[in-house]
C-alpha cells in the first residue's frame, strides 16, 4: 500500500462529495486513517464505504463546520478514536447564488461566509491544539482562483474565499513555530456536485448560457490545457500539501486550475 501519509491521522471536512470525498479516499490509499464530517449522513457513508472496501480506516462525523460545540465534538472524537490529528483539510464550503450584490440576500452572505470562512477558522481552532501536542502538522484550505480574481456576480464567493486565503497566510505565521504548516489549494472549474448539473446541462446544450453569459465553449476556453478539472485533480495537490513532501512550504496557494489564472 502506498504510504506517503503512513501513521498520519487526517481530518476531511465536506467529505461527503466532490474534492472533500477524493482527498479523504486518496488520503487513506497514501495510509491515513480518516476521520469525515459533512452535514449529510447519506453522503457520509457512501465515502467511508468506499474507503472502507479498499480496506482504509474511516471515522464519520455528521457536522456543521459553522457550529463551534458540533466543531468541538467533531475534534474529541476524532482523538478519542485515533489519538491524534496531524492533518486538517478545510474543505467545506458553499457559493451564493450567482448574482450581484444589489439581489443577494443577507441570509445568502452570511451562510456563505459561515460556512468557507467561519467554518476553516472554527476547525483550525480545535485541531491546532492537537497538532500542537504532536510537535506540528499540516493545515490544508481548499481555497478557490475565485479568490484571486475578480469575475463578474460572484462578489460574496469571491470575498469569502479572499477571507479564506488571508486567513491561511496569518495562520501560516502565527503556527509555523509549532511546526504547523498552512497552505491553500485553489481551483479553478472543477466538476463537482457545486456546478456538475450546469457543467452538464451546458455541454448537452452548446446554446445553454451560464450566468453570467458563458457557455460551455467559454468555460473550456478558461482553461488553457482544454478541459475542466476533476475531484481527483484537487485531491492530488492535497495530497502534497498534507505530506511531508512539502515540509519547507507553508503560506501558499497552489492553484490547481489549468492555466486559468496564466491568462
Known amino acids: 500500500m502506498p504510504d506517503r501519509l503512513k501513521d498520519k491521522i487526517a481530518v476531511v471536512t465536506g467529505a461527503g462529495t466532490g474534492i472533500g470525498q477524493a482527498i479523504a479516499i486518496l488520503f487513506a490509499r497514501e495510509g491515513a486513517r480518516v476521520s469525515i464530517c459533512g452535514r449529510k449522513p447519506a453522503t457520509l457513508a457512501d465515502t467511508a464505504r468506499r474507503i472502507a472496501d479498499e480496506g482504509g480506516e474511516v471515522l464519520e462525523l455528521v457536522c456543521d463546520v459553522s457550529q463551534a460545540g458540533q466543531v468541538e465534538s467533531m475534534v474529541l472524537k476524532t482523538v478519542e478514536r485515533f489519538g491524534k490529528i496531524d492533518i486538517l483539510v478545510n474543505n467545506a464550503g458553499i457559493r451564493a447564488s450567482i448574482s450581484t450584490i444589489l439581489e443577494l440576500t443577507e441570509e445568502e452572505w452570511q451562510q456563505t461566509f459561515d460556512i468557507d470562512v467561519k467554518g476553516s477558522w ?5 485541531a491546532i491544539p492537537e497538532m500542537r501536542k504532536n510537535g506540528g502538522g499540516s493545515i ?4 478557490s482562483v475565485s479568490a484571486h480574481v475578480a469575475q463578474t456576480k460572484q462578489g460574496c464567493y469571491n470575498a469569502a474565499k479572499a477571507a479564506q486565503e488571508l486567513l491561511m497566510k496569518c495562520m501560516a505565521l502565527d503556527f509555523a513555530p509549532d511546526g504547523i504548516r498552512v497552505n491553500s489549494i485553489c481551483p479553478a472549474w472543477v466538476k463537482t456536485e457545486m ?10 446544450n452548446p446554446e445553454h448560457i451560464f450566468p453570467p453569459g458563458l457557455r460551455y465553449a467559454d468555460i473550456i476556453r478558461l482553461h488553457p490545457v482544454g478541459r ?12 502534497y500539501l498534507a505530506s511531508d513532501e512539502s515540509k519547507w512550504v507553508t ?11 496564466c491568462q
Request: include cysteine; aromatic fraction near 10%.
Open 122 to 126: 472554527l476547525c483550525s481552532k480545535y
Open 140 to 143: 490544508v484550505m481548499v481555497s
Open 228 to 239: 475542466v478539472g476533476t475531484p481527483e485533480d484537487c485531491a492530488w495537490a492535497a495530497l
Open 251 to 261: 503560506g501558499s496557494s497552489l492553484f490547481v486550475d489549468g492555466g486559468f489564472t
Open 195 to 204: 456546478n456538475r448539473v450546469q457543467l452538464a446541462e451546458m455541454q448537452a
